[in-house]
Nanobody, 124 residues
């Protein structure tokens, strides 16, 4: 059974930083592309960043470019999201996801496995 478990969320002041982690079990992530999504209250799920299986290529939505960094440690079967320069607009539940597809997708239905989410709240 595939499980993805996020951690590292919390309350942070605007301008601050957080590092999210996602630990996988029941699957070896080194063979798969992965991504981070987020969902703010009353909004749809938004793709934030994606990374190919090797970690050599990463992609970001425009609003987080230059502030967020996605990375992975396949030896630890883990995915990360380093977030800096946080703003209130980054407040959301953040989800990690794993894709069995060939490309790094930006849509929810391109990912087959999801974590339960971790809350990130940015205060002004």
């Amino acid at each position: 059974q595939v499980q993805l478990v996020e951690s590292g969320g919390g309350l942070v002041q605007a301008g601050g930083s957080l590092r999210l982690s996602c630990e996988a079990s029941g699957i070896t992530i080194k063979n798969y592309n992965m991504g981070w999504f987020r969902q703010a209250p009353g909004m749809g799920r938004e793709w934030v960043a994606g990374i190919i299986w090797s970690g050599l290529e990463a992609y970001y939505t425009d609003s987080v470019k230059g502030r967020f960094t996605i990375s992975r440690d396949n030896a630890k079967n883990s995915l990360y999201l380093q977030m800096t320069g946080l703003t209130r607009e980054d407040t959301a539940v953040y989800y990690c996801a794993l894709s069995r597809g060939f490309y790094v997708g930006t849509k929810s239905d391109e990912y087959e496995h999801w974590g339960q989410g971790t809350q990130v709240t940015v205060s002004s």
